[in-house]
């Protein structure tokens, strides 16, 4: 069974802040596919990055970062320089190559200006 | 970009009404999803759908729900017999068949069941 675990149920930072997001997943399963979306008060679901796990390379977009580490089983999310739009609630997800993804219950973040 | 379009995007009914949400899914996509999300929760795999036949679906999905794709573009959800527990936002995905690649949500449609 797969299982995606985020601790922190909320976050709250002062806009310019750096905040980082736990994800802690459980699978069997070594072809897996990893993801984080955004989803802003409207309530849509927006895709941030998918990563797989034969690629630990970490990643930077912008002010966005994901570390991936097998080795813990943990996909963090960083935002760099946080501001206010980021305010949102941000979810990880897991997928093992089947259909469903299945989702952590979200960290919702909260920037303050 | 090609999007998953929902429609409506929200839709107020009365309890033990049928429901049917829409979904037209990205055109050169294969496979179909339906999640739904109570407020203030996670999102909940429903049902996946491929070669017009469900290929997947969770214990959420009992036989209150059925899906369709009826004329090759839509995808559709149905509720039969709507209770107050059925209001959340429902989200349906599509894909392509190449592993992950472009796994799209749409913009949800929120269920309110009054």
């Known amino acids: 069974a797969q299982k995606v675990t985020q601790a922190q149920t909320e976050i709250s930072v002062v806009e310019k802040e750096d905040v980082t997001l736990d994800c802690v997943y459980e699978?069997?399963?070594?072809?897996?596919?990893l993801f984080w979306y955004k989803q802003p008060p409207s309530g849509e679901l927006v895709f941030l990055i998918r990563?797989?796990?034969?690629?630990?390379q970490n990643e930077i977009s912008g002010r966005y970062s994901w570390n991936f580490q097998k080795s813990t089983s943990s996909f963090n999310f960083t935002i760099t320089a946080s501001q206010v739009v980021d305010s949102a609630v941000y979810f990880c997800?897991?997928?093992?190559?089947?259909?469903?993804?299945?989702f952590g219950g979200g960290t919702r973040l909260m920037v303050k200006p | 970009e090609p999007e998953v379009t929902q429609t409506p995007s929200h839709q107020v009914t009365q309890m033990g009404q049928e429901v049917i949400l829409r979904c037209v899914p990205i055109?050169?996509?294969?496979?179909f999803y339906w999640y739904r999300q109570i407020l203030g929760q996670k999102v909940e795999f429903l049902v996946s759908f491929y070669n017009n036949e469900i290929s997947e679906k969770s214990e959420i999905f009992d036989d209150q729900f059925s899906v369709e794709r009826p004329d090759g573009s839509n995808f559709t959800l149905k509720i039969r017999s709507t209770k107050l527990e059925d209001s959340a936002m429902y989200f349906c995905?599509?894909?392509?068949?190449?592993?992950?690649?472009?796994?799209?949500f749409g913009s949800g449609t929120r269920l309110t069941v009054v």
């Open positions: 997800a897991l997928n093992n190559a089947g259909n469903m993804l299945t």
């Open positions: 055109s050169n996509h294969l496979y």
């Open positions: 990563r797989n796990s034969f690629d630990e």
């Open positions: 699978t069997r399963d070594t072809t897996y596919y």
């Open positions: 995905a599509s894909r392509t068949d190449r592993g992950l690649m472009g796994y799209t």
